[in-house]
């Protein structure tokens, strides 16, 4: 199972967007590769998110305009490799890869 999954900050907790403007939601993005959909549903809440702090998308939609910024291939990116270590400490015989970036929203700009 491939999948793509974004991290919101609630927003009591989000120290990352309101430090910078109050108009924009910054969401971290991960590409979840060759993991079952039971070890999936095993990791998403310990690894990636978690259900005080967090709300977890599986699927984005946006009225707004909004970018990605994401590793390039062959650069490391040190939080999916923490998120794929991680997992093989969870589930042992999956072989997943993740890969990762942030998706920045911009609230007060139009369409």
Known sequence: ??????????TSFDVSSRKHF?????YDIYDIFQLDEAHYD??????????VTDTVHENFYSTYPY?????????????ADSATQYIKIIAPEADAIVRSGRLIELIDLPP
């Open 67 to 79: 970018f990605t910024i994401e590793y390039l291939p062959g650069q490391y990116g040190q939080r």
């Open 42 to 51: 095993k990791v998403l809440y310990r690894v990636f998110s978690d259900k």
């Open 22 to 26: 109050e108009d924009l939601r910054i």
């Open 1 to 10: 199972m491939n999948q793509r999954i974004y991290i919101q900050k609630k």
